[in-house]
């Protein structure tokens, strides 16, 4: 066995690809937050942006803020490919969920993306978390079937417009609790949009398993 190098600061990393200072300096997600969108709110409650707005669906989990330095680690995992990093987020993920839930399903990739990147890193992510958690991954119940303009581009009032109609649900999910997993939720509009689809085809509960949140400024 060769020894590997954490990715942040060289040091030895005997098993995983961060070393446990690194590892455990990362932006955890540790403050109250809403339990509908994550959100940080000071006691815990339901935030008003979730109050004013009802999303479709109905808690998210998160493990990280999406923050330095996870966002670079994270854009390196979907532009380089890094697998290991991969089963790093999702047993940062698993270990914050509650998994009340049947079924896991991975946030579908816009076919144009998934050529260009050859993978998709919410389905590397969902894989490992449904192993560790032993609740069934259905990689195929949603797909989208839209190529529409990076969410990352678009300012966030315009996302939810931009993302309405990407997604098709078309597996049987009648009387299901599933579990959206993704790697970052900024706006949760497409969370949100993906939820509508789940809930058409059957699903009584929707929670969004995130490894990381995008925080106000
Ligand atoms: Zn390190
Ligand atoms: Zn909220």
Redesign the pocket.
Known sequence: MLPQQCLLCAAPAVSQPLCADCYARLPWLTTAR?P????P?HDGR??G??LAHQ?RFDGVSAAFAYAWPLAPLIHHYKYAGNLALAWLLAHALAAQVNGAVDLIIPMPLAPQRLRSRGFNQALEIARVVSRLTAIPLAATACRRVRDSTPQALLPWNERAKNIRGAFVCDADLRGMRVAVIDDVMTTGATLNEIARNLRKAGAVEIQGWMVARTLPR
């Open positions: 809403c509908q969108c994550a959100l709110t339901v935030c942006a979730c999303p």
